[in-house]
C-alpha cells in the first residue's frame, strides 16, 4: 500500500507542468556574460556595424541598455539576426532573450505563442511608399493600380480594412516578406509598396536622387512596437518592463544626457529609486542600482535615444508623432517607481 502511494505521488510530481518551475529571471543571461537581442539585420532601419565594428541604430541602443542595467557594462550583448516569423521559436529555445526588431503582436500571438510583449518602445506607423511622375493629389490617383506588401499579420487585415473605410480598390500582390514585395516594387511590378515607415523611410533613402519615390501622408495604421521575452519567464518581462519605463519616466523629469550624473533625486522618492540613491527596488530586480545615470550619460533619455536613433538627428527623421509623452500630446506615459 506505501508503495503504490509513493509512486502515485511520484507520478503526480511528473505530472505536473513545467511552467510551474519558478521563472529563471536573469539566471541563464549572467551565467552567459550578455544579454542577446534578436532583430533584422537585413535592414539598417533597426541596427547596422560601423567600419571599426561598432554597433549604431536604435535596436543596439537599448540592448546596450539592457547590458548596462545587467551587468554594469555596455558592452555586454550580441545582436542576433532573426528571419521573419521566427521570434517566438528564438525565445522558445533561448537562441535570444528578447526581440527588438519590428517586434508586434496580437490577441492570438500572446494566447498561443512563446513571446510576450514587455514594454511599449515605439509607435511605427504603416503607410505607404509610392512611384510616380509628379506628386499625387489623393489616393483616388491610384485606383486599381498594383500593391505590393507582405501577409504579416496584422498589416495585412489592417490594409484591407483600410480600402473599406475609404472605398478604395487596388490589386494586391501578396509576398512571404519584405525582401521579395520590395524587389517586386523596384521592379515596377507596382505603384504602392506598403510597410512600416521606419523600413520604407530607409529604403526611400537608399534612392536619394529619385524624386519618383515618395512616401505618402496617408496613415493605414498605427501600431506599438515591443520589446518581446519568452513567456515562460514573466520575471524577465518585468525587469525590461521597468527598463524602458526608466527612461521614460527620466524625459518625464528632465534627466538627460548632461545632467543624470550629478542628480540625486532631492525629495521626489520616485527619482530616488529611478537614480539609485534608494537602491532596494533595482536590487529586487537583479539589477545595477547606478544603472540609470550610467546610461542616460551615454544614451541620454527615451526622447534623446528617439531623435538619433529615429527622429530629427538620424537618417530616416521620422516624427515622434504618438512616440511623443503624452504631456506632449503622444501616448507615452510612465509609471511611479516606487
Given at each position: ?22 521563472a ?118 491610384f ?60 529604403l ?40 524602458v ?40 530586480l ?12 551615454l ?9 538619433k ?30
Amino acid at each position: 500500500m506505501i508503495l503504490k502511494q509513493l509512486l502515485f505521488a511520484g507520478a503526480l510530481l511528473l505530472a505536473m507542468p513545467a511552467a510551474a518551475a519558478p521563472a529563471e529571471g536573469l539566471r541563464f543571461i549572467k551565467s552567459d556574460g550578455v544579454i542577446r537581442c534578436g532583430t533584422d539585420l537585413t535592414t539598417n532601419t533597426y541596427s547596422k556595424k560601423t567600419e571599426d565594428g561598432h554597433w549604431e541604430g536604435i535596436d543596439p541602443t537599448l540592448c546596450s541598455i539592457f547590458a548596462t542595467a545587467i551587468f554594469g557594462n555596455p558592452n555586454n550583448f550580441e545582436m542576433v539576426n532573426v528571419p521573419a516569423g521566427q521570434a517566438d521559436s528564438y525565445l522558445a529555445t533561448q537562441k535570444i532573450d528578447v526581440m527588438l526588431g519590428n517586434s508586434y503582436s496580437t490577441a492570438s500571438a500572446e494566447l498561443t505563442g512563446n513571446a510576450l510583449p514587455a514594454a511599449t518602445i515605439y509607435h511605427d506607423r504603416l503607410v505607404f511608399l509610392a512611384k510616380a511622375s509628379e506628386k499625387p493629389s489623393s489616393m483616388e490617383d491610384f485606383q486599381n493600380q498594383n500593391v505590393c506588401m507582405t501577409t504579416r499579420s496584422p498589416d495585412m487585415e489592417n490594409f484591407e480594412q483600410y480600402m473599406r473605410d475609404y472605398g478604395l480598390k487596388f490589386q494586391i500582390l501578396k509576398f512571404a516578406n519584405f525582401a521579395s514585395a520590395k524587389a517586386s516594387f523596384l521592379l515596377n511590378r507596382c505603384q504602392l509598396l506598403v510597410g512600416q515607415e521606419t523600413i520604407l523611410a530607409d529604403l526611400k533613402n537608399q534612392y536619394p536622387h529619385r524624386n519618383d519615390i515618395m512616401l505618402l501622408p496617408e496613415e493605414i495604421d498605427v501600431q506599438p512596437v515591443y520589446v518581446l521575452v519568452a513567456k515562460q519567464n514573466p520575471n524577465l518581462q518585468a525587469i525590461i518592463k521597468w527598463i524602458v519605463n526608466a527612461l521614460i519616466l527620466a524625459e518625464e523629469a528632465d534627466i538627460n544626457s548632461k545632467n543624470a550624473a550629478i542628480l540625486t533625486g532631492d525629495n521626489n522618492l520616485s527619482l530616488r529609486n529611478l537614480l539609485g540613491s534608494n537602491p532596494d527596488i533595482w536590487k529586487k530586480l537583479d539589477l545595477q542600482p547606478d544603472w540609470v545615470k550610467k546610461a542616460i550619460k551615454l544614451y541620454g533619455n527615451y526622447g534623446e535615444i528617439f531623435e538619433k536613433n529615429l527622429g530629427s538627428s538620424s537618417e530616416l527623421k521620422l516624427q515622434r508623432g504618438r512616440s511623443r509623452l503624452i504631456k506632449d500630446g503622444g501616448m507615452l506615459k510612465s509609471q511611479s517607481f516606487l
